[in-house]
């Protein structure tokens, strides 16, 4: 969806250059969640130029609800910034409710950092600089973004998300 409807221009890119690495997580409760973050944290700072710029770590088992997901993704922070990799990692967030605060649930432009499953996404920051350093308006992308979908419309947005969705019958 990210790369399809071209929400983020430089996901196409790092996909193609084989920079991109998915984990799917086996946590089953907070700790296991914050720990398989570190550990990916870890393994992206571990890795050289050329090398995975990117991670998705997707939580199939839990975080469902958005609160539980978003205490995860600040315990993770706190640690990055302990660690003294503040600057050095990005953490970008997904979740099947995804709300921006201030905006109404139903607002479209929540899609923008909706997936099927709770995902956090880890980007070097080194990476992501160079990225937007060569983007003619990387300011704009956000409201872009959300009015591309908003131009799309609901029923064609839950048309793509239930792509997403294994049939249930």
Request: glycine share 8%.
């Amino acid at each position: 969806m990210v790369v399809g409807l071209k929400l983020c221009p430089f996901a196409a890119p790092v996909i193609d250059a084989g920079g991109l690495e998915i984990r799917v997580s086996s946590a089953s409760d907070f700790e296991g969640a914050l720990s398989d973050s570190l550990e990916a944290a870890v393994s992206l700072l571990g890795e050289g130029e050329g090398g995975t710029s990117t991670l998705l770590l997707a939580f199939p088992e839990t975080l469902e609800l958005f609160e539980d997901f978003l205490d995860v993704v600040a315990a993770l922070e706190a640690e990055l910034v302990d660690a003294g990799a503040d600057g050095v990692v990005q953490v970008a967030t997904f979740h099947p409710n995804y709300r921006f605060d201030g905006v109404p649930a139903e607002d479209l432009g929540n899609w923008t950092n909706r997936s099927p499953f709770p995902v956090i996404h880890l980007l070097r920051e080194a990476d992501v600089e160079r990225a937007v350093a060569d983007h003619p308006n990387p300011e704009g992308i956000p409201a872009a973004n959300i009015a591309r979908l908003h131009a799309m419309g609901a029923a064609a947005l839950r048309e793509v998300w239930a792509s997403f969705k294994p049939d249930e019958t």
